[in-house]
């Protein structure tokens, strides 16, 4: 199904986690929004373009607010989320921040 074992790996590692309850769906989701703002991170880093970097931006933007929303609602349940992927300090600045807009 996907192009590297690794990925299709980490596939049915979320799939199977989210199908235990709501709130592991929860995590899942914050984690999958963890590993976006991560790879988009590293692409950003090679890239020059102002396009394409404006394009990164706005997509890191959308992931932060699913993060802060996956987050937000697996609050709700009692439930705390510990980063994976980015550090905790990040991590933070993401939730305690309001929602961004993307500038068209």
Known sequence: MFFTEETQNLYNTLTSQADISVVEALKVGIKIEELDIKDIETVKANSSNPELLSIYNNLQKGSRNHLRSFYKVLSR????????????????????????LNKL
Not at 77 to 100: D, K, V
């Open 77 to 100: 349940y009692g439930e705390i989320y510990n980063p994976e992927y980015l550090t905790q300090e990040e991590f933070n600045s993401i939730i305690l921040a309001p929602m961004e």
